[in-house]
C-alpha cells in the first residue's frame, strides 16, 4: 500500500471527531479545529499553507503545490470542512467518533465530505514526503460554511482573497466521481459537470383586511393559496438539458435498455437509490416549503406569504420564470430570498481525458458519465464567478450494493475504507498526469 492508502482511513477519522455542524445560524463550534488538523497534517512535511478565518472559528486552509510545468493553469482541489448536524440518538454509532469498523469509517462527513479532505490531505502529504510535483500548479483549499451557503467559506475566499486562485482555470470537488456498478465488468463513474439553479421565492399576495365574520372578495390567504396550490401542482415538462440526455443514454447503454427521451422513467429506474441525484434534472421543480398568513381565527389579514423552492435546469432560466409568473397571476407578487445560477459545462477537454484516464487505470471496469445535480456546491456558486471551470469528481469504487446517496447528511453515514485508497490512488495519478 502506498502511505496515501495507509493513512487515509485515519485522517479522515480525525477530522470526523472534530465536530464542525454547521446549524446555519452561527451556533456550532466552527471549522477552526479541523482546519487546524489540516494544517498540523501539512506542516509535517513542511507544506506552507495559509490560514484564513472568515469570522470567529470559521476556518480555511489553502496551500499551492507546485507544478513541475508552470506554464500551465493551475487547477484546484477543494473539499467543504463542516458538516450538517447530526441527531446522535437516531445513529448506531457516536457520529463524532470517526469510528472504523468491518472496513468503513463511521460519521458525520465520512462522505460529505470529509472522505475527500482526507484524501486530499493523503496525497498532498504522500507527493510532498517523496518530493513527486503535480505536473501543473494545485491549489488545495479546506474551506468553511459550504452547509450553510459559503458565505464564511468559499465566498468570503474568492471575494476577499481571489490572488490565492490566480491562474486557477479548473476545479474538482464533491458531488461525483462515485461508482454505480452495472454488473462486475463494468462500473459507470458518475462525473458531475452541471448543477440546477436555484430560486427561493416568497409569493406575497395583498387583500382587504375585515371581519372573519363578513362578506370578503379579496382575500390575500386565498389568493396566496391559490397560487401555492398552482405552483406546487404543476407538471413540469420533460426537458432534457445536454448532460441529461447524454447521461440517460449513456445509462440505457450500459444496462441495455431503450433510449427513449419521452420516456426515460426506465433508464432512471435502473440507477436504483442514485436516482436521488438525478432524477429531479429531468425538469424544473417548484415545491412549496413555507406559509405565513394572520394571527387571529375571525380577522382577515392585509396580507398573506408562502415560500417556494424553485429549481431550473441550465439554460432555461428565462423560461423557468416566465412560467412561474403566469402560474402566480397578477394579483401575487414574488420576491427572491436566494437567486443562484444554473451551470453546465461539457464533458470534454484535458482534465475530463484525464479523470478518465486515472479511473480506468485503477479500474479497468470504468466507464465515466456526466450528470446533472439538483441541488449545488462551491463550485457553481462561488468559483464559477472567478471563471472556474468546475467538475465533481471525488473518486470512490463503491460496493454495489451499497445505497450511496442516503449517506449525504443521513444517519450512519460511512465510507468504505477501501473506496479512499482507491481514492488516493486515482487523485494521485490524476495531480500527476494532467
Ligand atoms: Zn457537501
Given at each position: 500500500?502506498?502511505?496515501a492508502?495507509?493513512?487515509?482511513?485515519?485522517?479522515?477519522?480525525?477530522?470526523?471527531?472534530v465536530?464542525?455542524?454547521?446549524?446555519?445560524?452561527?451556533?456550532?463550534?466552527?471549522?477552526?479545529?479541523?482546519?487546524?488538523i489540516?494544517?498540523?497534517?501539512?506542516?509535517?512535511?513542511?507544506?506552507?499553507?495559509?490560514?484564513?478565518?472568515?469570522?470567529?472559528?470559521?476556518?480555511?486552509?489553502?496551500?499551492?503545490?507546485?507544478?513541475?510545468?508552470?506554464?500551465?493553469?493551475a487547477?484546484?482541489?477543494?473539499?467543504?470542512?463542516?458538516?450538517?448536524?447530526?441527531?446522535?440518538?437516531?445513529?448506531?454509532?457516536?457520529?463524532?467518533?470517526?469510528?472504523?469498523?468491518?472496513?468503513?469509517?463511521?460519521?458525520?462527513?465520512?462522505?460529505?465530505?470529509?472522505?475527500?479532505?482526507?484524501?486530499?490531505?493523503?496525497?498532498?502529504?504522500?507527493?510532498?514526503?517523496?518530493?513527486?510535483?503535480?505536473?501543473?500548479?494545485?491549489?488545495?483549499?479546506?474551506?468553511?460554511?459550504?452547509?450553510?451557503?459559503?458565505?464564511?467559506?468559499?465566498?468570503?475566499?474568492?471575494?476577499?482573497?481571489?490572488?490565492?486562485?490566480?491562474?486557477?482555470?479548473?476545479?474538482?470537488?464533491?458531488?461525483?466521481?462515485?461508482?454505480?456498478?452495472?454488473?462486475?465488468?463494468?462500473?459507470?463513474?458518475?462525473?458531475?459537470?452541471?448543477?440546477?439553479?436555484?430560486?427561493?421565492?416568497?409569493?406575497?399576495?395583498?387583500?382587504?383586511?375585515?371581519?372573519?365574520?363578513?362578506?370578503?372578495?379579496d382575500?390575500?390567504?386565498?389568493?396566496?393559496?391559490?397560487?401555492?396550490?398552482r405552483?406546487?401542482?404543476?407538471e413540469?415538462?420533460?426537458?432534457?438539458?445536454?448532460?441529461?440526455?447524454?447521461?440517460?443514454s449513456?445509462?440505457?447503454?450500459?444496462?441495455?435498455?431503450?433510449?427513449?427521451?419521452?420516456?426515460?422513467?426506465?433508464?432512471?429506474?435502473?440507477?436504483?437509490?442514485?436516482?436521488?441525484?438525478?432524477?429531479?434534472?429531468?425538469?424544473h421543480?417548484?415545491?412549496?416549503t413555507?406559509?405565513?398568513?394572520?394571527?387571529?381565527?375571525?380577522?382577515?389579514?392585509?396580507?398573506?406569504?408562502?415560500?417556494?423552492?424553485g429549481?431550473?435546469?441550465?439554460?432555461l432560466?428565462?423560461?423557468?420564470?416566465?412560467?412561474?409568473?403566469?402560474?402566480?397571476?397578477?394579483?401575487?407578487?414574488?420576491?427572491?430570498?436566494?437567486?443562484?445560477?444554473?451551470?453546465?459545462?461539457?464533458?470534454?477537454?484535458?482534465?475530463?481525458?484525464?479523470?478518465?484516464?486515472?479511473?480506468?487505470?485503477?479500474?479497468?471496469?470504468?466507464?465515466?458519465?456526466?450528470?446533472?445535480?439538483?441541488?449545488?456546491?462551491?463550485?457553481?456558486?462561488?468559483?464559477?464567478?472567478?471563471?472556474?471551470?468546475?467538475?465533481?469528481?471525488?473518486?470512490l469504487?463503491?460496493?454495489?450494493?451499497?445505497?450511496?446517496?442516503?449517506?449525504?447528511?443521513?444517519?450512519?453515514?460511512?465510507?468504505?475504507?477501501?473506496?479512499?485508497r482507491?481514492?488516493?490512488?486515482?487523485?494521485?495519478?490524476?495531480?500527476?498526469?494532467?
Amino acid at each position: 500500500m502506498t502511505p496515501a492508502e495507509t493513512e487515509v482511513a485515519e485522517l479522515c477519522s480525525e477530522l470526523i471527531r472534530v465536530d464542525t455542524s454547521n446549524y446555519g445560524d452561527g451556533s456550532g463550534p466552527g471549522e477552526r479545529a479541523a482546519a487546524e488538523i489540516v494544517m498540523a497534517r501539512l506542516a509535517e512535511v513542511g507544506a506552507e499553507a495559509t490560514y484564513v478565518e472568515s469570522a470567529p472559528g470559521r476556518g480555511n486552509v489553502v496551500t499551492r503545490i507546485e507544478g513541475s510545468d508552470p506554464g500551465l493553469p493551475a487547477l484546484l482541489v477543494h473539499g467543504h470542512l463542516d458538516v450538517v448536524p447530526a441527531n446522535a440518538a437516531d445513529w448506531t454509532v457516536d457520529p463524532f467518533a470517526g469510528e472504523i469498523r468491518d472496513g468503513y469509517i463511521w460519521g458525520r462527513g465520512a462522505v460529505d465530505m470529509k472522505d475527500m479532505d482526507a484524501m486530499m490531505l493523503a496525497v498532498l502529504r504522500q507527493m510532498a514526503t517523496e518530493g513527486r510535483k503535480p505536473r501543473r500548479d494545485v491549489v488545495f483549499a479546506w474551506v468553511a460554511d459550504e452547509e450553510a451557503g459559503g458565505e464564511y467559506g468559499a465566498k468570503y475566499l474568492t471575494a476577499k482573497h481571489p490572488e490565492l486562485f490566480d491562474g486557477v482555470d479548473h476545479a474538482i470537488s464533491e458531488v461525483g466521481g462515485y461508482s454505480l456498478e452495472v454488473d462486475p465488468s463494468l462500473r459507470l463513474y458518475l462525473i458531475e459537470t452541471a448543477q440546477k439553479g436555484l430560486s427561493w421565492m416568497r409569493l406575497v399576495a395583498g387583500g382587504t383586511a375585515g371581519h372573519g365574520s363578513m362578506l370578503n372578495s379579496d382575500n390575500a390567504v386565498t389568493e396566496v393559496a391559490k397560487a401555492v396550490a398552482r405552483l406546487g401542482s404543476h407538471e413540469w415538462p420533460l426537458n432534457l438539458t445536454p448532460t441529461v440526455r447524454r447521461f440517460l443514454s449513456e445509462v440505457a447503454d450500459a444496462f441495455g435498455l431503450p433510449f427513449d427521451p419521452e420516456d426515460p422513467a426506465p433508464i432512471i429506474e435502473a440507477i436504483g437509490p442514485l436516482a436521488r441525484f438525478v432524477g429531479a434534472t429531468l425538469r424544473h421543480t417548484t415545491n412549496p416549503t413555507m406559509l405565513a398568513a394572520g394571527y387571529k381565527a375571525n380577522v382577515i389579514p392585509g396580507q398573506a406569504s408562502a415560500v417556494v423552492d424553485g429549481r431550473f435546469l441550465p439554460g432555461l432560466e428565462e423560461e423557468f420564470l416566465s412560467t412561474v409568473d403566469e402560474l402566480l397571476g397578477p394579483d401575487v407578487r414574488r420576491e427572491y430570498i436566494t437567486h443562484d445560477i444554473a451551470l453546465e459545462t461539457t464533458f470534454d477537454g484535458e482534465l475530463v481525458e484525464s479523470m478518465i484516464a486515472a479511473l480506468k487505470a485503477e479500474d479497468p471496469t470504468a466507464r465515466a458519465v456526466p450528470y446533472c445535480m439538483s441541488g449545488g456546491t462551491d463550485n457553481k456558486t462561488f468559483f464559477a464567478d472567478l471563471n472556474i471551470r468546475g467538475f465533481g469528481f471525488v473518486p470512490l469504487r463503491l460496493p454495489a450494493e451499497m445505497d450511496f446517496a442516503a449517506m449525504f447528511h443521513g444517519v450512519d453515514e460511512r465510507v468504505p475504507v477501501d473506496a479512499l485508497r482507491f481514492g488516493t490512488r486515482v487523485l494521485d495519478r490524476l495531480l500527476t498526469n494532467y
